[in-house]
């Protein structure tokens, strides 16, 4: 069992520079079982470079990294998995010529006693799967390419659970989506909610993302502006910490928070 009172993820003082350019400085963000954080930020306020030291694309220069209370050392993707975190891009990687199925187990077929695939056994699991994800979901047998954006999302989550996520990472995870299929994705982040898991969405539009989120940290520079509850702040504060680098009353500031003068 999770304990609700320990993050899922503390980052705690991240930096990275690339050249000269200091990408992510300083920032602290966590995440708690059953949470959706959203990251928000302009274009180029190190919110994909922040996370992808998370998930192991990228090595930290400094700051430190707590999966349940206990220092990581994540020095690549598998690393990140080993510590049950998923990342679904959204240039989704799911094979378009295959079915719902064959993708949920790509690079990780199941085989029978004698060595050949054992279609009936991914199928089934990928009936089940699917089946607590997205109920409605009926095209098992038609390759990905055929599927709806958000149907797609769906196996991409569905994918990332069945192997033991616990903690998932969506970046722009609607950006792509008509407003059924991004309420469809929006279904999907509850019914993952409800299973423990943490996610962080990542965007660079608060309308996405505002009222999926149990609480938000805004990025301007690299630096962490705050962090509030969403119920704690309007939006139009949130977009003044995303815009001016300003925290209202209801946010804890961070480094990167504009002092008043
Ligand atoms: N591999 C890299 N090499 C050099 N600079 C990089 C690299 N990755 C990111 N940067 C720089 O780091 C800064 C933060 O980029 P990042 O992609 O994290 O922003 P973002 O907040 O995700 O933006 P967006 O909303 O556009 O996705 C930018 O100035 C970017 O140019
Ligand atoms: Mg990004």
Known sequence: MTDQNTPLVEMKNISISFGGIHAVENASIDLYPGEVVALLGHNGAGKSTLIKILSGAYRRDAGDILINGEPADIRNPRDAKGHGIETIYQTLAVADNVDAAANLYLGRELQTPWGTLDDVAMEANARKVMGRLNPNFKRFKEPVKALSGGQRQSVAIARAILFDARILIMDEPTAALGPQETAQVGDLIKQLKLDGIGIFL???????????????????????VGHARTSDVTKDE?????????CPPGAIPGPGAMVAA
């Open 202 to 224: 990542i965007s660079h539009d608060i309308h996405d993302v505002f009222d999926l989120a149990d609480r938000v940290f805004v990025m301007k520079n690299g630096q962490v």
């Open 238 to 246: 949130v977009l003044g910490m995303i815009i001016l680098g300003k």
